[in-house]
């Protein structure tokens, strides 16, 4: 059974930092590109960050290119984002989403964290 959880969410001040963790189980890590996404409500969801199988590439949304940083760790099965300089704006629900690098097809998300940045 495949799984993904994500956990580092809370509330954090405009300016603030969190940690997002989103520890995987039930597949072959190292195979998978994985990503971040994000939803606020009343909006679509939206792609923040993605990273190839192997961590050599990066690539992020412009609106948090330079405040957030993605990384993975295909010891421990788990993918991180750094985020720094957190605005308002990045309030939403964050998933993770893990895509077979071979086929598309087969992908798996994960429950959700909420980020709330508010003073």
């Known amino acids: 059974q495949v799984r993904l959880v994500e956990s580092g969410g809370g509330l954090v001040q405009p300016g603030g930092s969190l940690k997002l963790s989103c520890a995987t189980s039930?597949?072959?890590?190292?195979?998978?590109?994985m990503s971040w996404h994000r939803q606020a409500p009343g909006k679509e969801r939206e792609l923040v960050a993605t990273?190839?199988?192997?961590?050599?590439?990066?690539n992020y949304a412009g609106s948090v290119k330079g405040r957030f940083t993605i990384s993975r760790d295909n010891a421990k099965n788990t993918v991180y984002l750094q985020m720094n300089s957190l605005k308002p704006e990045d309030t939403a629900v964050y998933y993770c989403?893990?895509?077979?690098?071979?086929?598309?097809?087969?992908?798996?998300w994960g429950q959700g964290t909420q980020v709330t940045v508010s003073s």
């Open positions: 039930g597949l072959t890590f190292s195979v998978y590109v």
């Open positions: 989403h893990a895509v077979h690098k071979q086929v598309a097809t087969i992908n798996y």
């Open positions: 990273i190839t199988s192997t961590g050599g590439t990066t």
